[in-house]
Protein backbone atom coordinates (compact mmCIF):
# COMPACT_ATOMS: atom_id res chain seq x y z
CA UNK A 1 0.00 0.00 0.00
CA UNK A 2 1.15 3.11 -1.04
CA UNK A 3 1.09 5.34 2.32
CA UNK A 4 2.24 9.10 2.88
CA UNK A 5 5.49 9.26 4.62
CA UNK A 6 6.24 12.31 6.61
CA UNK A 7 9.66 14.34 6.49
CA UNK A 8 12.46 11.91 7.40
CA UNK A 9 13.50 13.93 10.83
CA UNK A 10 10.32 12.92 12.35
CA UNK A 11 8.99 9.61 13.40
CA UNK A 12 7.31 8.00 10.10
CA UNK A 13 3.86 7.98 9.92
CA UNK A 14 1.31 5.79 8.15
CA UNK A 15 -2.29 6.89 6.90
CA UNK A 16 -4.43 4.97 5.17
CA UNK A 17 -4.80 5.47 1.12
CA UNK A 18 -7.70 7.53 0.43
CA UNK A 19 -10.65 6.08 -1.80
CA UNK A 20 -10.48 9.37 -4.04
CA UNK A 21 -7.12 10.80 -4.00
CA UNK A 22 -7.32 14.73 -4.60
CA UNK A 23 -8.04 16.48 -1.56
CA UNK A 24 -10.33 19.35 -2.74
CA UNK A 25 -12.54 16.37 -5.57
CA UNK A 26 -13.11 14.56 -2.08
CA UNK A 27 -14.45 17.31 -0.21
CA UNK A 28 -16.64 18.64 -3.27
CA UNK A 29 -18.09 15.58 -3.41
CA UNK A 30 -18.58 15.34 0.23
CA UNK A 31 -20.03 19.05 0.43
CA UNK A 32 -22.49 17.84 -2.50
CA UNK A 33 -23.78 14.88 -0.80
CA UNK A 34 -24.75 17.01 2.29
CA UNK A 35 -25.97 19.39 0.59
CA UNK A 36 -28.49 17.16 -1.16
CA UNK A 37 -29.40 15.06 1.72
CA UNK A 38 -30.32 18.34 3.61
CA UNK A 39 -32.39 18.90 0.30
CA UNK A 40 -34.13 15.75 -0.05
CA UNK A 41 -34.97 15.28 3.65
CA UNK A 42 -36.59 19.01 3.86
CA UNK A 43 -38.23 18.15 0.75
CA UNK A 44 -39.93 14.63 2.10
CA UNK A 45 -43.33 15.90 3.73
CA UNK A 46 -44.80 14.18 6.59
CA UNK A 47 -48.12 14.00 7.82
CA UNK A 48 -47.30 12.88 12.03
CA UNK A 49 -51.15 12.67 12.77
CA UNK A 50 -51.96 10.15 9.88
CA UNK A 51 -48.11 8.09 10.80
CA UNK A 52 -49.44 7.56 14.48
CA UNK A 53 -52.92 6.93 13.29
CA UNK A 54 -51.42 4.30 11.00
CA UNK A 55 -49.30 2.66 14.17
CA UNK A 56 -52.44 1.36 14.91
CA UNK A 57 -52.71 -0.64 11.50
CA UNK A 58 -49.40 -1.50 11.43
CA UNK A 59 -49.89 -3.42 15.03
CA UNK A 60 -52.99 -5.34 13.56
CA UNK A 61 -50.85 -5.98 10.36
CA UNK A 62 -48.22 -7.45 12.38
CA UNK A 63 -50.81 -8.99 14.70
CA UNK A 64 -51.80 -10.70 11.67
CA UNK A 65 -48.50 -12.26 10.72
CA UNK A 66 -49.08 -13.84 14.02
CA UNK A 67 -52.06 -15.45 12.97
CA UNK A 68 -52.75 -15.68 9.49
CA UNK A 69 -55.97 -16.53 8.39
CA UNK A 70 -55.71 -19.05 5.49
CA UNK A 71 -59.86 -20.16 5.66
CA UNK A 72 -62.24 -17.10 5.02
CA UNK A 73 -60.72 -16.32 1.53
CA UNK A 74 -59.26 -19.52 0.44
CA UNK A 75 -61.13 -19.75 -2.52
CA UNK A 76 -59.50 -16.38 -4.02
CA UNK A 77 -56.38 -17.25 -2.74
CA UNK A 78 -56.77 -20.64 -3.94
CA UNK A 79 -57.74 -19.00 -7.69
CA UNK A 80 -54.94 -16.48 -7.14
CA UNK A 81 -52.10 -19.17 -6.84
CA UNK A 82 -53.23 -21.02 -9.47
CA UNK A 83 -53.26 -17.90 -11.99
CA UNK A 84 -50.11 -17.05 -10.85
CA UNK A 85 -48.31 -20.32 -11.52
CA UNK A 86 -49.69 -21.02 -14.41
CA UNK A 87 -48.98 -17.66 -15.90
CA UNK A 88 -45.56 -18.18 -14.91
CA UNK A 89 -45.30 -21.51 -16.10
CA UNK A 90 -46.74 -20.36 -19.50
CA UNK A 91 -44.55 -16.91 -19.86
CA UNK A 92 -41.66 -19.08 -18.65
CA UNK A 93 -41.96 -21.74 -21.43
CA UNK A 94 -43.67 -19.54 -24.41
CA UNK A 95 -40.36 -16.55 -23.31
CA UNK A 96 -37.84 -19.05 -23.72
CA UNK A 97 -38.66 -20.61 -26.96
CA UNK A 98 -38.86 -16.68 -28.47
CA UNK A 99 -35.45 -16.40 -26.85
CA UNK A 100 -33.53 -19.02 -27.79
CA UNK A 101 -33.45 -18.08 -31.84
CA UNK A 102 -33.27 -14.28 -30.60
CA UNK A 103 -30.11 -14.96 -28.38
CA UNK A 104 -28.87 -17.21 -30.97
CA UNK A 105 -29.49 -14.01 -33.43
CA UNK A 106 -28.04 -11.36 -31.51
CA UNK A 107 -24.44 -13.06 -31.01
CA UNK A 108 -22.26 -11.31 -33.43
CA UNK A 109 -20.21 -14.63 -33.67
CA UNK A 110 -22.83 -16.60 -35.26
CA UNK A 111 -25.32 -14.14 -36.98
CA UNK A 112 -24.68 -11.95 -39.27
CA UNK A 113 -25.01 -7.90 -38.84
CA UNK A 114 -28.17 -7.07 -40.44
CA UNK A 115 -29.75 -9.86 -38.24
CA UNK A 116 -27.25 -9.23 -35.19
CA UNK A 117 -28.79 -5.34 -35.39
CA UNK A 118 -32.83 -6.82 -35.54
CA UNK A 119 -32.18 -8.68 -32.68
CA UNK A 120 -30.34 -6.17 -30.66
CA UNK A 121 -33.28 -4.01 -30.96
CA UNK A 122 -36.07 -6.56 -29.98
CA UNK A 123 -33.68 -7.19 -26.69
CA UNK A 124 -33.48 -3.31 -26.24
CA UNK A 125 -37.30 -2.82 -26.63
CA UNK A 126 -38.29 -5.83 -24.20
CA UNK A 127 -35.89 -4.82 -21.74
CA UNK A 128 -36.99 -1.31 -22.02
CA UNK A 129 -39.23 -0.79 -19.49
CA UNK A 130 -40.51 -2.82 -16.03
CA UNK A 131 -43.10 -5.25 -16.20
CA UNK A 132 -45.61 -3.13 -14.02
CA UNK A 133 -45.73 -0.38 -17.18
CA UNK A 134 -45.42 -2.91 -19.52
CA UNK A 135 -48.61 -4.65 -17.19
CA UNK A 136 -50.48 -1.58 -17.95
CA UNK A 137 -50.26 -1.03 -21.71
CA UNK A 138 -51.09 -5.10 -22.16
CA UNK A 139 -54.30 -4.87 -20.18
CA UNK A 140 -55.38 -1.83 -21.68
CA UNK A 141 -55.07 -3.98 -24.96
CA UNK A 142 -55.93 -7.19 -24.15
CA UNK A 143 -58.45 -6.51 -21.35
CA UNK A 144 -57.84 -7.74 -17.75
CA UNK A 145 -56.60 -10.86 -16.33
CA UNK A 146 -54.07 -13.36 -16.86
CA UNK A 147 -53.50 -12.98 -20.75
CA UNK A 148 -52.13 -9.79 -20.20
CA UNK A 149 -50.07 -10.91 -17.04
CA UNK A 150 -48.93 -13.70 -19.56
CA UNK A 151 -47.65 -11.62 -22.47
CA UNK A 152 -45.92 -9.23 -19.90
CA UNK A 153 -44.01 -11.95 -18.31
CA UNK A 154 -43.33 -13.38 -21.79
CA UNK A 155 -41.92 -10.40 -22.71
CA UNK A 156 -39.40 -9.75 -19.98
CA UNK A 157 -38.32 -13.23 -20.40
CA UNK A 158 -37.66 -12.75 -23.63
CA UNK A 159 -35.81 -9.45 -22.78
CA UNK A 160 -33.85 -10.86 -19.70
CA UNK A 161 -32.76 -14.34 -21.39
CA UNK A 162 -31.88 -13.31 -25.10
CA UNK A 163 -29.28 -10.88 -23.86
CA UNK A 164 -27.79 -13.31 -21.56
CA UNK A 165 -28.15 -16.43 -24.21
CA UNK A 166 -26.43 -13.76 -26.53
CA UNK A 167 -23.48 -12.71 -24.34
CA UNK A 168 -23.02 -15.94 -23.56
CA UNK A 169 -22.56 -17.51 -26.80
CA UNK A 170 -20.32 -14.18 -27.94
CA UNK A 171 -17.85 -15.50 -24.96
CA UNK A 172 -17.72 -19.36 -25.95
CA UNK A 173 -14.61 -20.89 -26.88
CA UNK A 174 -14.20 -20.42 -30.34
CA UNK A 175 -11.69 -23.58 -31.13
CA UNK A 176 -14.76 -25.80 -30.56
CA UNK A 177 -16.37 -24.27 -32.99
CA UNK A 178 -13.39 -24.65 -35.50
CA UNK A 179 -13.29 -28.49 -34.39
CA UNK A 180 -16.86 -29.21 -35.54
CA UNK A 181 -16.69 -27.05 -38.94
CA UNK A 182 -13.37 -29.01 -39.72
CA UNK A 183 -14.90 -31.80 -39.50
CA UNK A 184 -17.69 -30.80 -42.33
CA UNK A 185 -20.25 -29.58 -40.04
CA UNK A 186 -22.72 -27.60 -41.14
CA UNK A 187 -24.42 -24.77 -39.57
CA UNK A 188 -26.99 -26.27 -37.51
CA UNK A 189 -24.15 -29.26 -36.36
CA UNK A 190 -21.90 -26.51 -35.29
CA UNK A 191 -24.54 -24.43 -33.26
CA UNK A 192 -25.74 -28.21 -31.77
CA UNK A 193 -22.42 -29.80 -31.06
CA UNK A 194 -20.31 -26.46 -30.38
CA UNK A 195 -22.24 -24.03 -29.36
CA UNK A 196 -24.90 -25.39 -27.18
CA UNK A 197 -23.09 -27.84 -25.48
CA UNK A 198 -20.90 -24.75 -23.92
CA UNK A 199 -23.79 -22.78 -23.58
CA UNK A 200 -26.52 -24.62 -22.41
CA UNK A 201 -24.95 -25.54 -18.49
CA UNK A 202 -25.44 -22.08 -17.58
CA UNK A 203 -28.50 -21.38 -19.09
CA UNK A 204 -30.38 -24.26 -17.57
CA UNK A 205 -29.83 -22.31 -14.22
CA UNK A 206 -30.83 -19.09 -15.72
CA UNK A 207 -34.15 -19.97 -17.01
CA UNK A 208 -34.80 -21.62 -13.29
CA UNK A 209 -33.56 -18.34 -12.16
CA UNK A 210 -35.81 -16.71 -14.53
CA UNK A 211 -38.94 -18.90 -13.46
CA UNK A 212 -38.39 -17.58 -10.04
CA UNK A 213 -38.26 -14.13 -10.90
CA UNK A 214 -41.38 -14.56 -12.98
CA UNK A 215 -43.06 -16.04 -9.88
CA UNK A 216 -42.23 -12.78 -7.98
CA UNK A 217 -43.16 -10.68 -10.93
CA UNK A 218 -46.98 -12.07 -11.19
CA UNK A 219 -47.79 -11.58 -7.52
CA UNK A 220 -46.90 -7.87 -8.30
CA UNK A 221 -48.61 -7.16 -11.88
CA UNK A 222 -51.77 -8.42 -10.24
CA UNK A 223 -52.06 -5.00 -8.74
CA UNK A 224 -52.45 -3.69 -12.09
CA UNK A 225 -55.21 -5.92 -13.00
CA UNK A 226 -53.08 -8.55 -14.95
CA UNK A 227 -54.37 -11.45 -12.79
CA UNK A 228 -52.70 -13.60 -9.95
CA UNK A 229 -51.86 -13.68 -6.24
CA UNK A 230 -51.31 -9.96 -7.00
CA UNK A 231 -54.76 -8.69 -7.30
CA UNK A 232 -56.04 -11.25 -4.27
CA UNK A 233 -53.38 -9.68 -2.27
CA UNK A 234 -54.85 -5.97 -3.17
CA UNK A 235 -58.36 -6.59 -2.91
CA UNK A 236 -57.55 -8.00 1.07
CA UNK A 237 -55.58 -4.66 1.97
CA UNK A 238 -58.01 -2.83 -0.04
CA UNK A 239 -61.04 -4.34 2.99
CA UNK A 240 -58.22 -3.84 5.13
CA UNK A 241 -58.29 -7.72 5.86
CA UNK A 242 -54.59 -7.67 7.36
CA UNK A 243 -54.97 -11.20 8.52
CA UNK A 244 -55.70 -12.55 4.61
CA UNK A 245 -52.98 -10.45 3.20
CA UNK A 246 -50.55 -11.82 5.90
CA UNK A 247 -51.70 -15.38 5.10
CA UNK A 248 -51.08 -14.16 1.07
CA UNK A 249 -47.84 -13.08 1.96
CA UNK A 250 -46.41 -15.78 3.65
CA UNK A 251 -47.09 -18.18 1.23
CA UNK A 252 -45.77 -15.61 -1.38
CA UNK A 253 -42.29 -15.88 0.48
CA UNK A 254 -42.77 -19.82 0.86
CA UNK A 255 -43.10 -20.55 -2.96
CA UNK A 256 -40.26 -17.81 -3.61
CA UNK A 257 -38.20 -19.44 -0.94
CA UNK A 258 -39.27 -22.97 -2.66
CA UNK A 259 -38.50 -21.21 -5.84
CA UNK A 260 -35.29 -19.58 -5.07
CA UNK A 261 -33.44 -23.48 -3.34
CA UNK A 262 -34.84 -25.57 -6.23
CA UNK A 263 -33.13 -22.77 -9.00
CA UNK A 264 -30.04 -22.93 -6.73
CA UNK A 265 -30.67 -26.91 -6.88
CA UNK A 266 -30.45 -26.65 -10.48
CA UNK A 267 -27.76 -24.07 -11.09
CA UNK A 268 -25.31 -26.53 -8.85
CA UNK A 269 -26.00 -29.47 -10.95
CA UNK A 270 -25.82 -28.10 -14.20
CA UNK A 271 -22.73 -25.46 -13.34
CA UNK B 1 -21.03 -39.65 -23.38
CA UNK B 2 -21.10 -43.17 -24.45
CA UNK B 3 -20.29 -45.59 -27.41
CA UNK B 4 -22.97 -48.28 -28.28
CA UNK B 5 -22.91 -51.72 -29.69
CA UNK B 6 -25.52 -51.63 -32.51
CA UNK B 7 -27.12 -54.65 -33.80
CA UNK B 8 -25.18 -55.38 -36.36
CA UNK B 9 -22.60 -54.95 -34.26
CA UNK B 10 -21.03 -51.63 -35.23
CA UNK B 11 -19.84 -49.04 -32.74
CA UNK B 12 -21.58 -46.07 -32.77
CA UNK B 13 -20.83 -42.69 -30.98
CA UNK B 14 -23.77 -41.38 -29.20
CA UNK B 15 -23.69 -37.65 -26.46
CA UNK B 16 -26.14 -39.73 -24.52
CA UNK B 17 -26.43 -43.44 -22.33
CA UNK B 18 -30.13 -45.24 -23.52
CA UNK B 19 -31.03 -44.47 -19.81
CA UNK B 20 -29.66 -40.79 -19.77
CA UNK B 21 -31.97 -40.45 -23.22
CA UNK B 22 -34.87 -42.00 -21.48
CA UNK B 23 -34.50 -39.63 -18.65
CA UNK B 24 -34.21 -36.98 -21.05
CA UNK B 25 -37.24 -38.14 -22.63
CA UNK B 26 -39.38 -38.34 -19.69
CA UNK B 27 -38.29 -34.78 -18.77
CA UNK B 28 -39.62 -33.51 -21.66
CA UNK B 29 -43.03 -35.24 -21.40
CA UNK B 30 -43.43 -33.51 -18.60
CA UNK B 31 -42.35 -30.13 -19.29
CA UNK B 32 -45.11 -30.16 -21.84
CA UNK B 33 -47.52 -31.90 -20.14
CA UNK B 34 -47.45 -29.04 -17.54
CA UNK B 35 -47.29 -26.22 -20.21
CA UNK B 36 -50.29 -27.84 -22.25
CA UNK B 37 -52.28 -28.01 -18.26
CA UNK B 38 -51.08 -24.66 -17.65
CA UNK B 39 -52.46 -23.22 -20.84
CA UNK B 40 -55.36 -24.66 -20.33
CA UNK B 41 -56.14 -23.46 -16.86
CA UNK B 42 -54.70 -19.91 -17.58
CA UNK B 43 -56.78 -19.28 -20.89
CA UNK B 44 -60.05 -20.83 -19.61
CA UNK B 45 -61.48 -17.34 -18.12
CA UNK B 46 -60.07 -15.48 -21.07
CA UNK B 47 -62.33 -13.60 -23.72
CA UNK B 48 -60.99 -14.46 -26.84
CA UNK B 49 -63.09 -10.92 -28.55
CA UNK B 50 -60.75 -9.23 -26.58
CA UNK B 51 -57.25 -10.82 -27.85
CA UNK B 52 -58.61 -10.63 -31.18
CA UNK B 53 -59.24 -6.92 -31.02
CA UNK B 54 -56.09 -6.12 -29.04
CA UNK B 55 -53.91 -4.91 -32.39
CA UNK B 56 -57.06 -2.32 -33.10
CA UNK B 57 -57.14 -1.05 -28.99
CA UNK B 58 -53.49 -0.91 -29.27
CA UNK B 59 -53.04 1.12 -32.57
CA UNK B 60 -55.98 3.16 -30.73
CA UNK B 61 -54.14 3.88 -27.86
CA UNK B 62 -50.92 5.00 -29.55
CA UNK B 63 -52.90 7.29 -31.46
CA UNK B 64 -54.09 8.96 -28.91
CA UNK B 65 -50.35 8.47 -26.97
CA UNK B 66 -48.77 10.80 -29.80
CA UNK B 67 -47.47 13.36 -29.52
CA UNK B 68 -46.86 13.77 -25.88
CA UNK B 69 -48.31 16.46 -23.97
CA UNK B 70 -44.88 18.99 -23.09
CA UNK B 71 -46.51 21.13 -21.48
CA UNK B 72 -47.30 18.69 -18.80
CA UNK B 73 -43.57 18.60 -17.63
CA UNK B 74 -43.89 21.64 -15.72
CA UNK B 75 -46.26 19.41 -13.05
CA UNK B 76 -43.84 16.53 -13.43
CA UNK B 77 -40.34 18.17 -12.12
CA UNK B 78 -41.41 17.75 -8.41
CA UNK B 79 -42.64 13.79 -9.16
CA UNK B 80 -39.50 13.52 -10.46
CA UNK B 81 -37.13 14.57 -7.64
CA UNK B 82 -39.76 13.02 -5.26
CA UNK B 83 -38.85 10.04 -6.94
CA UNK B 84 -34.84 10.33 -7.00
CA UNK B 85 -35.30 11.32 -3.24
CA UNK B 86 -37.33 7.93 -2.54
CA UNK B 87 -34.32 5.98 -3.92
CA UNK B 88 -31.44 7.33 -3.13
CA UNK B 89 -32.86 8.01 1.04
CA UNK B 90 -34.35 4.52 0.80
CA UNK B 91 -30.70 3.01 -0.55
CA UNK B 92 -28.99 4.70 2.29
CA UNK B 93 -31.28 3.43 4.94
CA UNK B 94 -30.83 0.41 3.57
CA UNK B 95 -27.16 0.56 3.63
CA UNK B 96 -26.98 1.80 7.25
CA UNK B 97 -29.24 -1.43 8.43
CA UNK B 98 -28.20 -4.06 5.84
CA UNK B 99 -24.28 -4.08 6.96
CA UNK B 100 -24.19 -4.65 10.25
CA UNK B 101 -27.03 -7.46 8.83
CA UNK B 102 -24.64 -8.61 6.46
CA UNK B 103 -21.66 -8.83 9.50
CA UNK B 104 -24.09 -11.21 11.70
CA UNK B 105 -24.41 -13.22 8.68
CA UNK B 106 -21.40 -13.71 7.29
CA UNK B 107 -19.91 -17.40 9.01
CA UNK B 108 -16.50 -15.96 9.39
CA UNK B 109 -18.19 -12.76 11.61
CA UNK B 110 -21.18 -13.42 12.93
CA UNK B 111 -21.00 -14.01 16.77
CA UNK B 112 -23.07 -17.34 16.64
CA UNK B 113 -23.56 -19.69 13.68
CA UNK B 114 -26.09 -21.40 15.33
CA UNK B 115 -28.64 -18.69 16.52
CA UNK B 116 -27.83 -15.55 15.08
CA UNK B 117 -26.60 -16.33 11.69
CA UNK B 118 -30.20 -18.34 10.98
CA UNK B 119 -32.18 -15.26 12.24
CA UNK B 120 -30.49 -12.86 9.89
CA UNK B 121 -30.31 -15.20 7.36
CA UNK B 122 -34.46 -15.67 7.52
CA UNK B 123 -34.87 -11.56 7.48
CA UNK B 124 -32.73 -11.09 4.22
CA UNK B 125 -34.87 -14.01 2.33
CA UNK B 126 -38.10 -12.34 3.89
CA UNK B 127 -36.91 -8.74 2.64
CA UNK B 128 -36.11 -9.73 -0.86
CA UNK B 129 -38.69 -12.10 -1.62
CA UNK B 130 -41.06 -8.98 -0.87
CA UNK B 131 -41.51 -6.51 -4.05
CA UNK B 132 -41.31 -3.28 -3.24
CA UNK B 133 -44.28 -2.53 -5.02
CA UNK B 134 -45.72 -4.69 -2.37
CA UNK B 135 -44.01 -3.55 0.53
CA UNK B 136 -45.49 -0.17 -0.98
CA UNK B 137 -49.21 -1.59 -0.60
CA UNK B 138 -48.40 -2.16 2.84
CA UNK B 139 -46.72 0.43 3.89
CA UNK B 140 -49.91 2.91 1.77
CA UNK B 141 -52.18 1.26 4.11
CA UNK B 142 -50.35 1.35 7.59
CA UNK B 143 -48.56 5.15 6.90
CA UNK B 144 -50.87 6.63 4.15
CA UNK B 145 -49.81 7.93 1.10
CA UNK B 146 -46.45 9.93 0.36
CA UNK B 147 -42.95 10.01 -0.33
CA UNK B 148 -42.34 8.39 3.65
CA UNK B 149 -43.80 5.00 2.52
CA UNK B 150 -42.45 4.68 -0.73
CA UNK B 151 -38.57 5.73 1.02
CA UNK B 152 -39.79 2.86 3.47
CA UNK B 153 -40.58 0.41 0.60
CA UNK B 154 -37.55 0.67 -0.99
CA UNK B 155 -35.50 0.39 1.99
CA UNK B 156 -37.19 -2.69 3.36
CA UNK B 157 -36.94 -4.20 -0.26
CA UNK B 158 -33.12 -3.81 -0.38
CA UNK B 159 -31.88 -4.52 2.74
CA UNK B 160 -32.18 -8.33 1.68
CA UNK B 161 -30.60 -7.77 -1.44
CA UNK B 162 -27.56 -5.75 -0.08
CA UNK B 163 -27.10 -8.00 2.76
CA UNK B 164 -26.89 -11.15 0.74
CA UNK B 165 -24.85 -9.57 -1.28
CA UNK B 166 -22.57 -8.45 0.96
CA UNK B 167 -22.35 -11.13 3.34
CA UNK B 168 -21.15 -13.22 0.62
CA UNK B 169 -18.56 -10.70 -0.29
CA UNK B 170 -17.62 -11.03 3.19
CA UNK B 171 -17.23 -14.77 3.41
CA UNK B 172 -14.81 -14.24 0.59
CA UNK B 173 -12.39 -12.25 1.89
CA UNK B 174 -8.17 -12.93 2.20
CA UNK B 175 -8.30 -14.14 6.03
CA UNK B 176 -4.50 -14.27 6.31
CA UNK B 177 -4.94 -10.34 6.29
CA UNK B 178 -7.30 -10.58 9.30
CA UNK B 179 -4.80 -13.21 10.79
CA UNK B 180 -1.89 -10.18 9.79
CA UNK B 181 -3.88 -7.28 11.88
CA UNK B 182 -4.95 -9.37 14.68
CA UNK B 183 -1.54 -10.11 15.24
CA UNK B 184 -0.47 -7.11 15.73
CA UNK B 185 -2.20 -7.24 19.21
CA UNK B 186 -5.23 -5.76 17.64
CA UNK B 187 -8.94 -4.82 19.06
CA UNK B 188 -11.28 -6.57 16.88
CA UNK B 189 -12.78 -3.34 16.16
CA UNK B 190 -9.05 -2.31 14.54
CA UNK B 191 -9.18 -5.67 12.95
CA UNK B 192 -12.60 -5.03 11.54
CA UNK B 193 -11.65 -1.22 10.64
CA UNK B 194 -7.77 -2.65 9.19
CA UNK B 195 -8.43 -6.25 8.17
CA UNK B 196 -12.12 -6.56 7.47
CA UNK B 197 -13.18 -3.52 5.68
CA UNK B 198 -10.47 -2.32 3.50
CA UNK B 199 -11.51 -5.55 1.49
CA UNK B 200 -14.89 -5.74 1.03
CA UNK B 201 -15.21 -1.53 0.33
CA UNK B 202 -14.81 -2.38 -3.45
CA UNK B 203 -17.85 -4.58 -3.39
CA UNK B 204 -19.59 -2.29 -0.76
CA UNK B 205 -19.23 0.48 -2.96
CA UNK B 206 -21.20 -1.52 -6.11
CA UNK B 207 -23.33 -3.27 -4.58
CA UNK B 208 -24.39 0.37 -3.04
CA UNK B 209 -24.63 1.84 -6.45
CA UNK B 210 -26.22 -1.09 -8.01
CA UNK B 211 -28.96 -1.51 -5.93
CA UNK B 212 -29.44 2.67 -6.43
CA UNK B 213 -29.86 1.94 -10.18
CA UNK B 214 -32.65 -0.70 -9.70
CA UNK B 215 -34.04 1.45 -6.99
CA UNK B 216 -34.28 4.59 -9.35
CA UNK B 217 -36.32 1.97 -12.00
CA UNK B 218 -38.96 0.38 -9.11
CA UNK B 219 -39.20 4.00 -7.46
CA UNK B 220 -40.46 5.08 -10.83
CA UNK B 221 -43.79 3.00 -10.96
CA UNK B 222 -43.77 3.08 -6.93
CA UNK B 223 -46.36 5.75 -7.36
CA UNK B 224 -48.70 3.18 -8.55
CA UNK B 225 -49.86 1.98 -5.34
CA UNK B 226 -49.55 5.03 -3.78
CA UNK B 227 -45.94 5.83 -2.43
CA UNK B 228 -45.26 9.43 -4.29
CA UNK B 229 -43.25 9.96 -7.17
CA UNK B 230 -43.76 9.79 -10.84
CA UNK B 231 -46.07 6.90 -10.73
CA UNK B 232 -48.86 8.95 -8.65
CA UNK B 233 -48.53 11.30 -11.71
CA UNK B 234 -48.94 8.08 -13.90
CA UNK B 235 -51.68 6.94 -12.20
CA UNK B 236 -54.02 9.67 -12.39
CA UNK B 237 -52.83 10.17 -15.91
CA UNK B 238 -54.57 6.74 -16.53
CA UNK B 239 -57.45 7.16 -14.34
CA UNK B 240 -58.49 10.44 -16.45
CA UNK B 241 -57.79 8.24 -19.72
CA UNK B 242 -54.86 11.45 -20.42
CA UNK B 243 -52.81 8.80 -23.01
CA UNK B 244 -50.87 12.06 -24.10
CA UNK B 245 -49.78 12.79 -20.58
CA UNK B 246 -48.81 8.66 -20.26
CA UNK B 247 -46.60 8.85 -22.74
CA UNK B 248 -44.65 11.93 -21.32
CA UNK B 249 -44.56 10.26 -17.85
CA UNK B 250 -43.13 7.15 -19.92
CA UNK B 251 -40.55 9.11 -21.95
CA UNK B 252 -39.57 10.82 -18.93
CA UNK B 253 -39.18 7.22 -16.79
CA UNK B 254 -36.96 6.23 -19.63
CA UNK B 255 -34.75 8.79 -19.46
CA UNK B 256 -34.03 8.84 -15.86
CA UNK B 257 -33.47 5.11 -15.76
CA UNK B 258 -31.11 5.74 -19.15
CA UNK B 259 -29.25 8.46 -17.41
CA UNK B 260 -29.24 6.44 -13.92
CA UNK B 261 -27.98 3.18 -15.61
CA UNK B 262 -25.36 5.57 -17.31
CA UNK B 263 -23.89 7.20 -14.20
CA UNK B 264 -23.68 3.40 -12.43
CA UNK B 265 -21.34 2.49 -14.85
CA UNK B 266 -19.51 5.56 -14.85
CA UNK B 267 -19.17 5.51 -11.02
CA UNK B 268 -18.41 1.33 -11.34
CA UNK B 269 -15.61 1.97 -13.69
CA UNK B 270 -13.88 4.85 -11.39
CA UNK B 271 -14.24 2.53 -8.27
CA UNK B 272 -12.97 -0.65 -10.11
Avoid at chain 2, 215 to 242: F, K, M, P, Q
Amino acid sequence: MDGHLTAPAGPRLWTRPRLIKQAWLRWAIILCAVLYLVLAIGSVEVNWTRVSEGLVRAARLFAGFLQPDFISRWSDIQQGLIESLTMTVCATVFGVILALPIGLGAARNVAPTWLYGICRAIIAVARAFQEIIVAILFVAMFGFGTFAGFLTLSLSTIGFLSKLIADDIEEIDESQVEAIRSTGGGFWQVIDYAVASQVMPRLAGLIAYKFDINFRESSVIGIVGAGGIGATLNTALDRYEFDSAAAILLIIIGIVMLCEYASGWIRKRMA
Amino acid sequence: MAVLQGEDGARGWRLLTMEQRRWRWFGWFALVAVTVLSWRVMTQDTIWAFISDAPRQAQDIFGRMLPPRWSYMDRLWQPLWDTINIATLGTLIAIVIATPLAFLAARNTTPSVLFVRPVVLFIIVASRSINALIWGLLLVAVLGPGVLAGIIAIALRSIGFIGKLLYEAIEEIDETQVEAIRATGAHPAQVMSYGIWPQILPAFATIGVFRWDINIRESTVLGLVGAGGLGLALESSLNTLAWPQVSLILLIILGTVVLSEWLTARVRKAII
